[in-house]
């Protein structure tokens, strides 16, 4: 089938991607910095790394061994983070990207499929949002990202190259799902309030909560990225990853509550301010992947929610 490298495969979304490509029988090589991922959640089978896609080095060392594709997933993920440290940012996500991108064209290989994010459409005008959509990032984090993407494109068109060098990007909405960090404060509004719960801690929304939200599930999101390893339907080509069905932070809220037998009448739920970069409505168009890979989610919300809300509880650990 062919060796993939899955940078950022020890993180939330990454594991389960390299989960699904060691069952369909793909040799899987990880690279993790482990600043967000959890090397426990690396399948045994696949072999592991630890680095920085900002070290040229160790990209060299994995390139060198033989790649055929590149599933390019590390990166920072904190809208919020971006603002404390926008060097930073840009550093992980755009340059790191660039190294990865440059690693891809010195060895050949076939195809780069790239974690782009829906923060590039900022507040979008039309809902649910077609990739067509105008990009209008209000964040550092979603300027890094579609610089990011940018670049991965141009590349993937550049006519100077002696071989086919076929590019993907996803934008993905709210993935939320087992493994989802319930301790790190900045990343999935889900497991940031299941991990509110669990410590007894009161719930923080920021704005009325009436904002929406995409969510989709991680294995969904998996599903899309494997399916469209070495698929001529993929190349060149940028997919939303949602579902089309926007949830309201307040709506998230009351489920997540009522699941632990809780309501706002009796748990603290506190109000705050809108945060900078704060996206009002978020809800996908899925039209163009569910017609050229014949991808389109299998869980829905509800069901995906429950699900997350048991592994959360048998997983989490004071």
């Given at each position: 089938?062919?060796?993939?490298?899955?940078?950022?495969?020890?993180?939330?979304?990454?594991?389960?991607?390299?989960?699904?490509?060691?069952?369909?029988d793909?040799?899987v090589?990880?690279?993790?910095?482990?600043?967000?991922?959890?090397?426990?959640?690396?399948?045994?089978?696949?072999?592991?790394?630890?680095?920085?896609?900002?070290?040229?080095?160790?990209?060299?060392?994995?390139?060198?061994?033989?790649?055929d594709?590149?599933?390019?997933?590390?990166?920072?993920?904190?809208?919020?983070?971006?603002?404390?440290?926008?060097?930073?940012?840009?550093?992980?996500?755009?340059?790191?990207?660039?190294?990865?991108?440059?690693?891809?064209?010195?060895?050949?290989?076939?195809?780069?499929?790239?974690?782009?994010?829906?923060?590039?459409y900022?507040?979008?005008?039309?809902?649910?949002?077609?990739e067509?959509?105008?990009?209008?990032?209000?964040?550092?984090?979603?300027?890094?990202?579609?610089?990011?993407?940018?670049?991965v494109?141009?590349?993937?068109?550049?006519?100077?190259?002696?071989?086919?060098?076929?590019?993907?990007?996803?934008?993905?909405?709210?993935?939320?799902?087992?493994?989802?960090?319930?301790?790190?404060?900045?990343?999935?509004?889900?497991?940031?309030?299941?991990?509110?719960?669990?410590?007894?801690?009161?719930?923080n929304?920021?704005?009325?909560?009436?904002?929406?939200?995409?969510?989709?599930?991680?294995?969904?999101?998996?599903?899309?990225?494997?399916?469209?390893?070495?698929?001529?339907?993929?190349?060149?080509?940028?997919?939303?990853?949602?579902?089309?069905?926007?949830?309201?932070?307040?709506?998230?809220?009351?489920?997540?509550?009522?699941?632990?037998?809780?309501?706002?009448?009796?748990?603290?739920?506190?109000?705050?301010?809108?945060?900078?970069?704060?996206?009002?409505?978020s809800?996908?168009?899925?039209?163009?992947i569910?017609?050229?890979?014949?991808?389109?989610?299998?869980?829905?919300?509800?069901?995906?929610?429950?699900?997350?809300?048991?592994?959360?509880?048998?997983?989490?650990?004071?």
């Open positions: 089938m062919g060796a993939v490298l899955v940078t950022g495969g020890a993180g939330f979304i990454g594991s389960h991607i390299v989960d699904l490509l060691i069952d369909r793909f040799s090589i990880v690279l993790d910095n482990e600043s967000t991922g959890n090397r426990q959640y690396v399948n045994i089978k696949a072999d592991f790394v630890h680095g920085d896609v900002q070290d040229n080095n160790v990209l060299e060392t994995i390139f060198a061994k033989g790649v594709f590149v599933i390019h997933i590390a990166g920072q993920a904190s809208i919020s983070l971006s603002f404390f440290d926008p060097t930073e940012d840009l550093s992980v996500n755009t340059i790191g990207t660039i190294n990865i991108i440059q690693k891809c064209i010195e060895h050949r290989v076939k195809h780069l499929l790239f974690a782009s994010s829906m923060t590039i900022g507040t979008p005008t039309v809902v649910p949002t077609p067509d959509a105008i990009p209008n990032p209000v964040s550092y984090y979603a300027v890094s990202k579609y610089a990011a993407e940018r670049y494109h141009i590349s993937g068109e550049r006519k100077n190259l002696d071989f086919d060098f076929n590019v993907t990007s996803f934008r993905m909405f709210n993935v939320y799902g087992p493994r989802q960090s319930l301790t790190n404060s900045y990343q999935g509004v889900l497991a940031i309030f299941l991990g509110n719960v669990l410590r007894n801690e009161p719930i929304i920021h704005s009325d909560g009436e904002q929406s939200r995409d969510f989709v599930h991680v294995s969904d999101v998996a599903r899309a990225w494997v399916d469209a390893i070495g698929n001529p339907q993929s190349y060149g080509q940028v997919f939303n990853i949602g579902t089309g069905n926007p949830t309201s932070v307040n709506q998230l809220c009351d489920n997540v509550l009522r699941a632990f037998d809780y309501s706002k009448d009796n748990y603290e739920v506190v109000y705050h301010p809108a945060q900078a970069g704060d996206i009002r409505t809800s996908a168009d899925i039209e163009k569910e017609s050229a890979l014949g991808w389109s989610p299998q869980y829905d919300f509800e069901h995906g929610m429950q699900e997350t809300i048991r592994w959360a509880r048998q997983n989490y650990k004071q």
